[in-house]
């Protein structure tokens, strides 16, 4: 059973830092990977999409990255802002059922970017 | 693209009521995804469809909830009666083929 898993639950740093943010899943045969980000009260507003045959994706000052050996995704957020301030979270496809386009979720990052 | 929308964004309602949900998707979509999301349980997929066609409902909480989705620009969810428990916050979302899903804004339930 696939699960997906995200640390920190929260995170609070001073403007300009560049971070990292981390997503682990338990069965490596995934077909893609999907980081969003999603204000309070909010949707979720698709970030990067990375396929299994990439290794990054940039969007920007972000950067994402796979290593499906190792069931892990990275979100690197360069010289954050206070209009990053958002929940974070990564989702993968439950292909264990079979289903390409479902998509478990991590229960996200709450990242906090003070001035 | 206006991109996915939802109405209505806030639905209050009393225990036994019907609730419709409703969803336009982006024009060009072939797939549609019906979430809900607690503070308790996440982000879960409850149904999707694919060319219209109810592709898996495995995440249909009880027979109380339903989904259609009569044609390509417009779907809903339904449940009927509504419980407290119900209440969360329903998203719609939609992508073509297998990439990226763009979520629509949500349309927070309570159920009193």
């Known amino acids: 059973k696939q699960e997906v898993t995200q640390i920190p639950a929260a995170l609070s740093v001073p403007e300009g830092e560049n971070l990292v943010l981390n997503c682990s899943f338990t069965d490596s045969a995934i077909y893609n990977l999907q980081w969003f980000r999603q204000d309070p009260g909010k949707g979720l507003t698709s970030l990067l999409l990375i396929q299994s045959s990439q290794r990054e994706q940039t969007s920007g000052r972000l950067n994402a990255s796979l290593d499906k050996s190792s069931g892990r995704s990275t979100l690197y957020i360069a010289a954050s802002q206070p209009g990053d301030s958002a929940t974070y979270l990564c989702?993968?496809?439950?292909?264990?059922?079979?289903?390409?386009?479902?998509?478990?979720f991590g229960a996200g990052t709450r990242l906090a970017v003070h001035p | 693209d206006a991109g996915v929308i939802q109405s209505p964004r806030h639905e209050v309602t009393e225990m036994g009521q019907e609730v419709t949900l409703r969803c336009k998707p982006i024009?060009?979509?072939?797939?549609l995804f019906w979430y809900r999301q607690t503070m308790m349980r996440g982000l879960e997929l409850l149904i999707y469809f694919n060319n219209n066609v109810p592709i898996d409902d495995s995440g249909m909480p009880e027979d109380r909830f339903s989904a259609k989705m009569p044609n390509a620009s417009f779907s809903t969810l339904k449940i009927q009666p509504s419980e407290p428990r119900d209440s969360a916050v329903y998203f719609c979302?939609?992508?073509?083929?297998?990439?990226?899903?763009?979520f629509g804004p949500g349309t927070r339930l309570t159920v009193l």
């Open positions: 024009s060009g979509h072939d797939y």
């Open positions: 989702a993968v496809p439950n292909l264990f059922s079979g289903g390409y386009n479902k998509l478990i």
């Open positions: 979302a939609s992508s073509f083929g297998r990439n990226e899903q763009f």
